[in-house]
């Protein structure tokens, strides 16, 4: 086959050889044959077909050779490249068939596979409530303020009038995170009362809020404070150590009792019904001055349990009324501390716990449920616009 080659040309290319081309074309043949997938096929391409591949490179030797040489040889190289990219996509084709019916299989989708293994959350019902209560007073023109958890002891207790022994100041009822200055750890209500050493704790109650949003702002002041507080209780069913407040606040001209008992009476009527009362009943708290704690008409039993056996009610304990939480007008003690004048300005402020609220309010007998965050207690709750 390559006689007519040698008449012409005394040096012999030795990639040009007849016998040669067939190797490079059968090996490249092979190697598309063993090529087991796309990638590999890529790869065997690439060795075989590239701008550095035998045949590429007898390719570029044909240019050598003398005329009457090259139309032979060029039609050799050209035959066995031919051959051979034919033979490159045919078995492209071929893998790439391989590969779609693969994925079909691999990445079917079974539609009538159950589709909510994991199930979606849900809002807890206890930030929806407060958002609802707050919403009550946001509707009236109050203003929602925040303070920290972790609360300067100044601002949870002594801006707040408790004497420096107060016993809710004891570890018993109180997180202690830094105790007051010079102590380690555990301040005890004796050594925090002396200003400008207080120490850090997991706020109480929301009051410090009340303490901070009046030196935060002018009067006339109207804010609502929700939030979580933290006092040293066991879990049990009727306690956490972590529950949450709603606060209120008003400091203007002129408030009297008489405005603190039409706002609690606005507050359970939009959030129990038009027919809903409250009462106060004499307490003490140190920041209010006098202190009331509020009473609301059962929500069970609307107060048709009392006195009568055959009606009795579990919730109010046939008592007809529920104990909401403390009020009363603000101590001017605290007004001052706060840099407000109690001359000119006086204020009112309740505060109760959202937990409790919620409990009598659906039935929810054990505190513990509230917390552990399941979302089969959660979901019934559904969604509050
Ligand atoms: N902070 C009080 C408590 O946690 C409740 C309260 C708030 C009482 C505002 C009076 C005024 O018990």
Not at 72 to 80: H, I
Not at 162 to 188: S, Y
Not at 317 to 324: D, F, P, Q, T
């Amino acid at each position: 086959m390559s006689a007519p080659n040698k008449s012409y040309d005394p040096v012999e290319v030795e990639a040009l050889k007849p016998e040669e081309i067939e190797r490079m074309r059968d090996e490249a043949l092979a190697a598309f044959a063993a090529a087991g997938d796309l990638e590999q096929l890529q790869e065997a391409k690439v060795a075989h077909t590239g701008g550095t591949s035998p045949l590429a490179l007898a390719n570029r030797e044909i240019g050598a050779l003398p005329p009457q040489a090259k139309a032979e040889a060029g039609k050799r190289v050209g035959m066995a490249r031919g051959a051979v990219s034919k033979a490159l996509a045919a078995r492209q084709s071929e893998l790439e068939a391989e590969r779609d019916a693969r994925v079909l299989v691999e990445e079917a989708v079974d539609v009538t596979l159950p589709y909510d293994r994991v199930p979606a959350g849900a809002r807890h019902p206890l930030t929806t409530f407060m958002e609802r209560v707050a919403d009550v007073f946001v509707a009236m023109g109050y203003e929602i303020a925040e303070g920290p958890e972790v609360e300067a002891e100044w601002f949870n207790f002594d801006a707040l009038n408790f004497t420096p022994d107060h016993p809710a100041r004891q570890m018993q009822d109180t997180f202690f995170v830094q105790g007051p200055k010079g102590t380690e750890g555990g301040g005890t209500s004796q050594a925090s009362g002396s200003g400008g050493e207080s120490g850090v704790v997991l706020r109480t109650h929301t009051s410090p809020v009340q303490a901070r949003a009046m030196l935060d702002r002018e009067p006339p002041v109207y804010i609502v404070c929700p939030g979580r507080v933290y006092r040293t209780d066991e879990l049990d069913a009727t306690h956490t150590p972590v529950f949450h407040q709603i606060e209120l606040l008003a400091v203007d001209e002129g408030l009297t009792m008489a405005d603190l008992k039409g706002t609690l009476d606005h507050m359970v009527q939009s959030l129990f019904g038009a027919d809903m009362k409250t009462r106060l009943r004499p307490n003490y708290f140190p920041f209010t001055e006098p202190s009331a704690e509020m009473d609301m008409v059962c929500y069970v039993c609307r107060g048709e349990s009392v006195g009568n056996p055959d009606r009795p009610c579990r919730t109010c304990g046939s008592e007809g009324w529920i104990e909401l939480g403390g009020c009363g007008m603000v101590n001017p003690k605290v007004l001052t501390a706060c840099g407000v004048d109690p001359q000119k300005y006086s204020g009112f402020a309740f505060g109760f716990g959202i937990e409790r609220m919620l409990m009598f309010r659906h039935n929810v007998e054990d505190m513990r449920d509230m917390v552990e965050g399941d979302v089969r207690f959660t979901r019934p709750f559904g969604m509050e616009i």
